[in-house]
């Protein structure tokens, strides 16, 4: 090999060790995907408002959709977050086949980036009150202009946004397209990112351009807490703890003692929880009665399930408590997630430590003592005792005050025969 080649090929592995072994900085950045299925509920409007509070860090939020709708207030605020947020939102229908009708079609529209994927329909904004298609025009004519604002926002078609409340148009991901409604039509989430990279969107704070392509997905899942909240939002567990609540509560008020007004109070207080009511206060009662119960505990002695009932709720109380404080936070949602499975861990082994000591401290408190135990068992005298007099014995390790009622001698083996008094009768053992 000639001398003159070997600094090419040195350079030539130098190269190549640089290009296999150094990442690979394109700038794209992270983009987080949330997730939106089912009713949109308070858990719904929890988890996503939650999730976007640390969405500066990345460069956009992906959020894909499949809902029939769900209730109003959830939806706003959503809505809400997403508006005001700095960091552009896409709004993906997806997966194929799903939909994103009445509450799904206004987040779809508040959008930084509206996509669908086949076969999948928008549509049927109408509002729906106590069940019923509302005409109410103050509330119609308000949802219009909420969807023809957010329509114009974004450089869509503020006529078809408008068609959506007031004639409950349902469209598929072409027909979307061609009038305006959306941006993109992508099978996936990666072909939606090839799609969407370069594209100028527009949010409250200004035009904004997207490069996502080659950008990391970070999937947020919901937490324990959010879990929570999912499950006593659903529509038939809420109204299911509000019916028992209210029928539990009656019959405790009524025979008051066996805790009935506790329970019912508590499963009032999670069907509210369900229906949206304010979380702070929802957490702070439950708190409250939790404390109380393990302060009876305390006070009376013996009633285990109060001890096992209040830790319950004093766990499931903080959960609802502990989450993003307000304003700007500088810890992860996962720091959040650790900290309430944490809690519901340290409450678990506390209370189960202290139920344990509580268990042996009532199982000595109530053991019967000697002198109620049952009329029969042998010890020793302690000294001589002539009948009918009194002296002392040693039965079971202890020194008891007994009367004889035959003559025993000092060390002689006795029997008991009976108690009279708290004091133990006795007689020498044949």
């Known amino acids: 090999m ?3 080649s070997k600094p090419f090929i040195l350079l030539s592995v130098l190269l190549l060790y640089a290009a296999l072994f150094t990442p690979i900085a394109d700038g794209r950045g992270e983009i987080m995907w949330l997730t939106i299925s089912g009713n949109i509920s308070p858990a719904t409007a929890e988890y996503i408002v939650t999730s976007m509070e640390s969405a500066r860090e990345y460069s956009a939020v992906l959020i894909t959709i499949d809902t029939f709708g769900g209730l109003g207030d959830s939806t706003f605020k959503i809505i809400d977050v997403m ?22 079609t206004y987040i779809l529209m508040a959008s930084s980036l509206a996509a669908m994927a086949p076969y999948t329909t928008i ?12 005409n109410d025009t103050k509330l119609i004519n308000f949802l219009v202009e909420k969807m023809r604002g957010m329509a114009r926002l974004h450089g869509r078609n503020e006529t078809q946004a408008a068609r959506f409340v007031t004639h409950n148009d349902n469209l598929g ?17 990666y072909e939606l990112l090839d799609k969407a990279d370069g594209m100028k969107v527009m949010t409250l704070y200004g035009e904004t351009v ?31 703890f509000l019916t028992l609540g209210v029928l539990i509560l009656i019959v405790g008020l009524s025979s008051p003692g066996f805790g009935g007004e506790i329970l019912g109070a508590v499963l009032l207080i999670l069907g509210l929880v369900g229906q949206g009511f304010n979380l702070n206060w929802a957490g702070l009662a439950l708190i409250i009665l939790g404390s109380v119960l393990i ?102 390790g202890e020194y008891r005050r007994a009367k004889a009622l035959k003559t025993v001698k000092q060390n002689q083996e006795i029997r008991i025969v ?11 053992l044949e």
């Open 295 to 396: 302060l009876y505990e305390f006070y009376s002695g013996g009633v285990v399930a109060a001890m096992v009932g209040g830790i319950i709720l004093l766990s499931l109380g903080l959960i609802l408590l502990v989450r993003a404080p307000p304003g700007v936070i500088y810890v992860s949602q996962e720091w959040l997630n650790e900290l309430q499975v944490a809690i519901g861990l340290v409450a678990a082994f506390g209370g189960g430590v202290t139920a344990f000591i509580l268990f042996k401290i009532l199982r000595a408190t109530r053991r019967k003592s000697y002198e109620l135990a049952p009329m029969a068992g042998i010890g020793r005298s302690v000294e001589d005792i002539e009948a009918g007099k009194l002296g002392y014995v040693v039965v079971a």
């Open 418 to 428: 009976g108690v009279e008094d708290k004091i133990l009768l006795v007689e020498p």
């Open 83 to 104: 508006l005001n947020s700095s960091v552009p939102t896409i709004v993906y229908v997806y997966p194929p086949g799903g939909q994103a009708l009445s509450a799904g």
């Open 123 to 134: 549509g049927s904004a109408q509002p729906v009150v106590n069940g019923v298609p509302s």
């Open 173 to 189: 991901p072409e027909v979307a397209l061609r009038h305006g409604a959306i941006e993109v039509v992508a099978s996936d989430v």
């Open 210 to 240: 997207l490069q996502t392509r080659g950008a990391r997905l970070v999937k947020i899942e919901p937490g324990f807490r959010i879990q929570v909240l999912q499950f006593l939002s659903d529509p038939l567990v809420s109204g299911l």
């Open 2 to 4: 000639e001398a003159s």
